[in-house]
């Protein structure tokens, strides 16, 4: 297991962030013609090759002899976990915004923050307790406009914010199984056992020939989101092994920031095909208290202490 370097982890962690953050931009192109299954299959096959290869090279294959009967189930629920995340994250695009979803989707490091506590024993200072409860506010902050909606009628809006929830709930299923395995595997080899099971898992539900259908602007987007799986869950996993879970939780809530701005540029670039940030005063505002408690989680306690 690699040694901790806070500020490794630290760059990784705003790395994951970056790269998350444009992410839904992407899909939410490429979920006009494929399907989320069939989205998610050709991430996990081209994650596959790219990190197969990789460790190929670098001679650094993981051992799947050394697992045991444990470790197969560690990485089946890791597997199950990321698999769903995908699947369920591509399906709530279909009836919300990429900013919309991001925002959701923080309500996962949030969990992580707090399951890490229970399950690694790593402490839970004041400034994560105020940071904890400054991004809950945010988040209604955020939806100000939709609360109403959201929490009296049953339509796509709900739908989408609800496969949002469960997308998070289940990708901190997959984050702690991953931790948990760095003791025995490198960060890298922990992901290709990982992908390699979704990919193969996922193969009865997709439908390859759908990329037939896509247009360029759709094919570069799909490539995109395939790069965006090695390069964003590599990092990720790195910054797991290098730094606390509830540090790097706290960083990588930073994603939905990054997707507002980016939703932003490229309203402007491709007015045709992305829709502008459609937030009022109170909705920036909130996106602005989640950031701040992201970052008030993850360097409060230097700020308390003096």
Known sequence: MPQQSPLQGMA???LTAVFW???PIAMKQAVEVMDPFTI???RFVAASLGLGLWLSYRRQLPSVSALGVSGAAIMLVASLGLAGNFVLFNSALEFLNPPVVQVIIQL???MLLLASVVFFKESLGLHQK??????LSGLLLFFNERLAELFTSLNGYTTGVLLAVLAAVVWVVYALAQKSMLKRYSSPQILLMIYVICAVMLT???TPSQIQMMDPRQLGMLLFCCINTLVGYGAFAEAMARWQASQVSA???LTPLFTIIFVDIASLIWPAFVDPVALNTL????AMVVVGSAMFSAIGQRLLRK
């Open 130 to 135: 105020i940071g904890v409860v400054g991004l």
């Open 204 to 206: 009865p539900l997709a």
């Open 40 to 42: 998610v299959w050709y």
């Open 283 to 286: 909705g920036y505002a909130g």
């Open 251 to 253: 960083v990588i809530t």
């Open 12 to 14: 990784l962690a705003l």
């Open 108 to 110: 996962a490091p949030v």
């Open 21 to 23: 953050g444009a992410l």
